[in-house]
């Protein structure tokens, strides 16, 4: 993605009042603690991070969020990983990070990890459908051909307890709200949805419990809309979710999402979408336009909210 423009005001503010604004409000949404007989699964797209300019006490905020976690999939890392490391220098010793080269729009997609409870296993890598096989990635009145994704949805398995499983992060195609381009969306969707069903139906599968998670790009999380049809059209699934929050700051988006096959489901304790924006900088929001509030935490936090689900086995 290109750089969001730097706001050209600056805002002072005192770190320890913002961390305190974000745990209420960690409280608010109902986020659990971390437990060690339970699972915390979340999903963050990071605007352009290592692009944009962001200070140390933003990194330190970023930081703050991604510690209520077990592992997080953030997407839009950028080839420079300056972004990333400066959040790595501030979570505690025992996260550890894996990352994935470069790919389209120089982006890298990346798991921030509590190793001390969970353990990275044997099998990392890119989703890439073969081109004797993209013949296979087609749905019923769409025209377009699938010639690859984007940027390559980048797997990592783990272990939890007794429990392996694969996290997939996407950051699906963006584009415009042309028909042509919805349905590349839609198709980067199916392929996904395709990999997961052929997994599960594999005896020689690595393992079978597949949560896909990161920014789809889907425009309505309703049926009838094309990209959630191809979504789930090969058996995943998407959480209930109690409440409707969108997951983007302009509060009129569920592009962001976390879906899985079936047998996860009767695993999953809670989940929601943190709006963090609606309790950070809460001067900024008093005495500037909601313009140039929203223009702030594009560029120093994100334009996205992270999105969680606990697991209990």
Avoid at 6 to 30: G, V
Avoid at 180 to 197: F, G, H, K, P, Q
Wanted: contains cysteine.
């Amino acid at each position: 993605m290109p750089s969001f423009a730097k706001p050209k005001f600056s805002f002072p503010f005192r770190l320890i009042d913002e961390i305190k604004n974000l745990k209420t409000h960690k409280t608010h949404r109902e986020i659990p603690e971390k437990l060690e007989d339970k699972l915390l699964v979340a999903s963050w797209n990071i605007a352009n991070l290592g692009l944009q300019d962001r200070h140390t006490d933003h990194y330190k905020l970023i930081a703050e969020i991604i510690n209520w976690f077990d592992v997080v999939a953030v997407q839009e890392v950028n080839a420079n990983l300056e972004g990333l490391r400066n959040i790595e220098s501030e979570l505690p010793s025992y996260y550890s990070l894996i990352f994935s080269d470069r790919g389209g729009n120089n982006e890298r997609s990346a798991f921030i990890y509590d190793n001390r409870k969970i353990k990275l296993l044997e099998l990392v890598g890119e989703i890439a459908v073969a081109p004797k096989d993209h013949k296979y990635i087609k749905i019923k009145g769409i025209t377009e051909t699938f010639t690859g994704f984007d940027r390559n949805p980048y797997l990592c398995s783990f272990q939890w307890q007794n429990f392996t499983f694969i996290l997939i992060t996407v950051h699906s195609f963006s584009g415009s709200t042309s028909k042509s381009d919805l349905n590349r969306r839609a198709l980067e969707a199916y392929a996904i949805s395709r990999y997961a069903d052929l997994n599960r139906k594999n005896k020689n599968a690595f393992s079978k419990n597949i949560i896909a998670l990161g920014d789809f790009n889907i425009p309505k999380v309703e049926p009838g809309d094309v990209v959630y049809n191809a979504l789930l059209s090969r058996g995943l699934l998407l959480p209930d979710h109690s409440t409707k929050v969108y997951s983007n700051i302009s509060n009129d988006k569920q592009f962001d999402q976390i879906a899985f096959l079936p047998d996860i489901k009767s695993k999953i304790v809670n989940n929601g979408v943190f709006d963090f924006d609606t309790a950070i900088f809460p001067e900024l929001w008093q005495n500037e336009t909601s313009k140039n509030f929203r223009a702030y935490l594009r560029y120093y936090i994100s334009d996205h909210r992270p999105l969680w689900m606990q697991l209990d086995l």
